[in-house]
């Protein structure tokens, strides 16, 4: 399962690393350490979090705008048959959904809480693995 540091689970998140201690002393997060002793978030957990945390900042000029084409976020959902996939991330405030074949799915090693990048161009969406 992938384990995200705070200060990788704070910048995923738009946050500072506090705020991601701030959390988790809350309990709204939970941590756990790894092996060299540092804290780190499950990254499911971290994408659940993304999820129900979300908000979108409103536009204030009222203009609609085309979205910037690389979105980094986790993977929060996948519905996987045995040819296609729907894949669904949490980027920032941006929900994004990709359908690929569950070949991809399995070659690129997407499970929830996995960092992703979607790239979009016109209707596709294709996701990328650092």
Do not use: Y
């Amino acid at each position: 399962m992938p384990r995200f540091r705070f200060a990788e689970a704070a910048k995923l998140l738009g946050v500072s690393d506090d705020t991601i201690r701030r959390w988790v002393d809350a309990g709204e997060l939970s941590s756990s350490l790894d092996a060299s002793g540092r804290k780190v978030v499950d990254g499911a957990e971290l994408a659940e979090f993304a999820r129900s945390h979300a908000n979108e900042v409103p536009d204030p000029s009222g203009i609609g705008r085309s979205a910037r084409n690389r979105f980094v976020g986790l993977v929060t959902s996948i519905v996987i048959d045995k040819v296609m996939a729907q894949v669904e991330m949490q980027c920032g405030p941006h929900r994004v959904v990709s359908l690929m074949s569950a070949e991809a799915v399995r070659e690129l090693g997407l499970e929830p809480g996995s960092l992703a990048v979607a790239v979009v161009k016109a209707t596709t969406v294709m996701v990328e693995t650092p």
